[in-house]
């Protein structure tokens, strides 16, 4: 049993940030905590969920600060940035490089491949946090 497996069927709440439901966001924010031990912002203030221009500002200002760089090849626990339509607002946690754990719409968290399909070509890019550790195991 991998890591993700214990996420995989968390439903979706607008602004959930905990195992009774999350948004791709606060599912970031739930692995980032239980399984790497760090905090990220909750970030509760975007608005709803469907202003992707706001989830894209948000994306844009994490990706701007020193807190995230890009990755060059992925690894476990980097976040997958995707576009819907022209903006990025949709994120996704890297399982291992081409599949990823993320919120399915309004359903739950599920894994699916980020390298093609419906993701691969609104793939923006990888991003790792600073905190990330380089050899987690799990």
């Not at 602004?15 to 692995?31: A, E, P, Q, T």
């Not at 894209?56 to 819907?84: C, H, M, N, Q, Y």
Request: glycine share 12%; aromatic share 10%; charged share 25%.
């Amino acid at each position: 049993m991998t890591w993700s497996n214990r996420f995989v069927g968390i439903s979706y709440d607008e602004f959930g940030r905990c195992r009774s439901g999350c948004d791709c966001w606060g599912l970031v924010v739930l692995i980032y905590r239980e399984e790497l031990g760090i905090t990220l912002p909750d970030y509760l203030g975007y608005g709803s969920a469907e202003e992707h221009h706001e989830i894209a500002a948000l994306i844009g200002s994490a990706e701007a600060t020193p807190t995230w760089v890009k990755a060059d090849a992925a690894r476990p626990f980097d976040v997958a940035v995707f576009r819907r339509g022209k903006l990025a607002s949709h994120l996704g946690v890297v399982v291992r490089p081409g599949l990823m754990i993320h919120m399915v719409g309004e359903d739950c968290a599920k894994l699916e491949r980020y390298d093609t399909g419906r993701w691969g070509n609104r793939l923006k890019g990888v991003f790792r946090h600073v905190q990330h550790p380089v050899h987690h195991e799990g």
